[in-house]
């Protein structure tokens, strides 16, 4: 899968850019990243940043589950927050 970005806006004078990406390592497993950003046009400051990454296992023809790891940060307040993804 090539990486992809997408863009989109509001009537609120917000965006929101996103990209992401999944590397295949081997037929079964495969390394997940994406970043998100969204931005407030009005006042000119980023409202959130998002960045994930982590690895996924292949458990059937369509699913997958995967230990994922997030940073978040929200004007001053940031956490890192672990997921577990289905």
Same mark, same amino acid.
């Given at each position: 899968? @090539?990486?992809?970005?997408? !863009?989109?806006?509001?009537?609120? #004078? +917000?965006?929101?850019?996103?990209?992401?990406?999944?590397?295949?390592? #081997?037929?079964?497993?495969?390394?997940?990243?994406?970043?998100?950003? @969204?931005?407030?046009?009005? @006042?000119?400051?980023?409202?959130?940043?998002?960045?994930?990454? %982590? !690895?996924?296992?292949? &458990?059937?023809? #369509?699913?997958?589950? %995967?230990? &994922?790891?997030?940073?978040?940060?929200? %004007?001053? &307040?940031?956490? !890192? +927050?672990?997921?577990?993804?289905?």
């Amino acid at each position: 899968m @090539r990486p992809v970005a997408s !863009f989109a806006t509001s009537q609120e #004078s +917000r965006a929101w850019l996103g990209l992401f990406g999944k590397k295949p390592l #081997s037929e079964t497993q495969s390394f997940w990243h994406e970043a998100q950003f @969204r931005y407030d046009l009005g @006042r000119s400051t980023m409202q959130q940043l998002l960045a994930r990454a %982590g !690895f996924l296992q292949t &458990i059937g023809s #369509s699913h997958e589950v %995967g230990w &994922i790891l997030g940073y978040i940060q929200s %004007g001053i &307040i940031q956490e !890192f +927050r672990p997921t577990l993804q289905y």
